[in-house]
């Protein structure tokens, strides 16, 4: 079973940065064998989207609002996926959910079975 657990989210200021990590958990589930790893957020009020995509040949795809401010990274040893965010904006408040899939079919289709729980960023202006 693959568990995915979020941490980082909190109060910021618009301009400043933060950085949110995701740990996996479960044998032989790890982030090396993910397929697809990516951060997605959700605003109150709007749909979930995506922001930030990994696959497993560490190919990184993001949301046109955040190119160039967030940064998806993924440590195989720590068994860990990060998001970097910097110049934050208030629009950039929602909560954040990591997710994960290792069928790279679902992948394909964009489809994730794993989610965290998720962690809240708010950007005050």
């Known amino acids: 079973q693959v568990r995915l657990r979020e941490s980082g989210g909190g109060s910021v200021q618009a301009g400043g940065s933060a950085r949110l990590s995701c740990a996996a958990f479960?044998?032989?589930?790890?982030?090396?064998?993910?397929?697809?790893m990516a951060w997605f957020r959700q605003a109150v009020g709007k749909e979930r989207e995506g922001v930030a995509f990994?696959?497993?040949?560490?190919?990184?795809t993001y949301e046109d609002s955040v190119k160039g401010r967030f940064t998806i990274s993924k440590d195989n040893a720590d068994e860990m996926l990060y998001l970097y965010m910097d110049s934050l904006k208030p629009e950039d408040t929602a909560m954040y959910y990591c997710?994960?899939?290792?069928?790279?079919?679902?992948?394909?289709?964009?489809?994730?079975?794993?989610w965290g729980q998720g962690t809240q960023v708010t950007v005050s202006s």
């Open positions: 479960g044998y032989a589930y790890s982030t090396y064998y993910m397929a697809c």
């Open positions: 997710a994960a899939d290792y069928d790279s079919a679902l992948c394909a289709m964009g489809r994730y079975r794993y």
């Open positions: 990994i696959n497993g040949d560490d190919r990184i």
